[in-house]
């Protein structure tokens, strides 16, 4: 089980065009890596708009922001094309990453796959916060907020 202060597991996953994006890649820099179930449905939208529209405001905090999902780039690539999206969005069709981060699980009626889940992972590659049960709508001010508090 991940907690606060472990080391934020590895990754190596390809964008909406197909460039490849590693955890060491951020190194030096906080990250908020957030997991959401599925291209443009209702609340993955609004947690993608919201951080598209935040994404100057949590650049100047030091942070970046990369999305998960077990979409695939072509979903990807048209999602953040239909609301032009600046967030960067990853494909795990495996669901390796998603599973490593524990966002992964049983989504009651809808079944097993990808749950709403948010960490926030230190320049050092230590995970400083997890938000393990997110809601979309004012998610992406909840991150903010923590990363004022974050030196």
């Given at each position: 089980?991940?907690a606060?202060?472990?080391?934020?597991?590895?990754?190596?996953?390809?964008d909406?065009?197909?460039?490849?994006?590693?955890?060491?890649d951020?190194k030096?820099?906080?990250?908020?890596?957030?997991?959401?179930?599925?291209?443009?449905?209702?609340?993955?939208t609004i947690?993608?708009?919201?951080?598209?529209?935040?994404?100057?405001e949590i650049?100047?905090?030091?942070?970046?922001v990369?999305?998960?999902?077990?979409?695939g780039?072509e979903s990807?690539?048209?999602?953040?094309?239909?609301?032009?999206?600046?967030?960067?969005?990853?494909?795990?069709?495996?669901?390796?990453?998603?599973?490593e981060?524990?966002?992964?699980?049983?989504?009651?009626?809808f079944?097993?796959?990808?749950?709403?889940k948010t960490?926030?992972?230190?320049k050092?590659?230590?995970?400083?916060?997890i938000?393990?049960?997110?809601?979309?709508?004012?998610?992406?001010?909840e991150v903010?907020?923590?990363?004022?508090?974050?030196?």
């Amino acid at each position: 089980m991940l907690a606060e202060g472990d080391m934020a597991p590895g990754f190596s996953l390809p964008d909406s065009n197909g460039k490849v994006h590693k955890l060491s890649d951020y190194k030096g820099k906080n990250l908020v890596l957030y997991f959401y179930p599925k291209d443009d449905t209702p609340g993955c939208t609004i947690e993608a708009k919201d951080f598209t529209k935040d994404l100057p405001e949590i650049r100047k905090l030091g942070a970046d922001v990369l999305g998960v999902s077990s979409d695939g780039e072509e979903s990807h690539c048209d999602f953040v094309d239909k609301y032009s999206l600046k967030v960067t969005l990853l494909s795990d069709t495996e669901s390796k990453t998603i599973k490593e981060y524990e966002a992964y699980g049983n989504k009651g009626v809808f079944g097993w796959g990808t749950i709403r889940k948010t960490y926030v992972i230190g320049k050092d590659g230590k995970i400083l916060k997890i938000y393990p049960k997110v809601q979309a709508i004012g998610h992406c001010r909840e991150v903010i907020e923590y990363l004022k508090s974050v030196k």
